[in-house]
């Protein structure tokens, strides 16, 4: 965890494991919270789109933010999702996270209802109220809200909005929002547009396929913020098919099927996510195959071999 700034570096949208009954298993995701901050990253977010927050309780969401809160070990930030269709159910999340003891929150805008302008900024005020920081995301496929560089320099006049998390897959809104708000971070959000979007000045990486690769990506990320192209771009070539996968809109059953492939537990998702058509799912364990096959040497010049 970066001190005093707990969205920087590499944080993984953790996924929400289910038994067989589909009950969330506490015990694997608490785990899984262990197994990736040993891994080196940065910090974890549960209850992101990714974590299916749609599909659980109230009570279950709850007990997923504690839970990754407990397992997380000292300098692994927690960022919990607070979507919620409306401001006071967003409100309402982000009180939770702070009672459990997260470092922040990772805030859609409404969700579901193709909100104005202004209501986005008041949705934005509501969650800043409650004090953590927070990282606005953007993902305007999944809320139907666009949180364009202009529309977030408003939003980000509010004191507590630190960082957007982009996944427009637009590279070129990182220009534009550091004109419009040079004080907010920009954090990758889609994952095959890492490289472009750090080297172009994003701070920190939201990862969905870092469940499944969180060496290769935290190399990958360590070498664009570093410059270091000659190392980057190969290891990018190696890693961008399995990255793509993050983008799809069956993004939550490629990454828990990516987690299987790399000997982690994906398992099931909640209906109305379905298992990925068996000709897809080829296509997605080539890639990860490949992506697997990359041995990342420190020691050496750190190119993928």
Request: proline fraction near 9%; aromatic fraction near 6%.
């Amino acid at each position: 965890m970066t001190a005093g700034r707990p969205w920087r570096g590499v944080l993984v949208a953790v996924t929400t494991p289910f038994r067989d009954d589909l009950a969330v298993d506490f015990d694997r995701l608490q785990e899984h919270v262990r197994w990736l901050a040993e891994a080196g990253c940065h910090g974890v977010t549960p209850c992101a789109s990714v974590g299916e927050y749609r599909a659980l309780s109230d009570d279950e969401r709850a007990d997923v933010v504690r839970a990754t809160v407990q397992a997380a070990p000292p300098g692994c930030a927690v960022l919990p999702g607070v979507g919620g269709y409306g401001s006071r159910q967003s409100r309402r999340w982000a009180e939770q996270a702070a009672a459990a003891g997260a470092h922040g929150v990772l805030a859609p805008p409404p969700d579901g209802y193709p909100a104005g302008d202004a209501d986005v900024v008041a949705h934005y005020r509501e969650v800043t109220a409650v004090g953590l920081p927070v990282v606005a995301h953007n993902d305007p496929y999944d809320t139907r809200v666009d949180l364009t560089p202009e529309l977030l320099a408003r939003v980000a006049e509010t004191d507590g909005i630190v960082a957007v998390e982009e996944f427009s897959g637009d590279v070129r809104r990182v220009h534009r929002i550091r004109d419009l708000c040079p004080h907010v971070d920009v954090l990758a959000g889609a994952d095959d547009v890492l490289l472009e979007l750090v080297l172009c000045g994003a701070r920190g990486w939201v990862s969905g396929l870092s469940n499944a690769l969180p060496r290769q990506a935290l190399r990958l990320y360590d070498l664009c913020a570093a410059g270091d192209l000659a190392r980057a771009l190969p290891l990018y070539a190696e890693l961008h098919p399995a990255f793509g996968w993050g983008s799809r809109p069956e993004a939550v059953q490629a990454i828990k099927l990516a987690m299987d492939c790399a000997g982690r537990f994906g398992g099931r998702c909640r209906p109305p996510r379905g298992p990925l058509p068996p000709p897809v799912a080829a296509r997605l364990r080539r890639d990860l195959v490949r992506a697997l096959s990359v041995t990342i040497d420190p020691v050496a010049d750190g190119r993928p071999r």
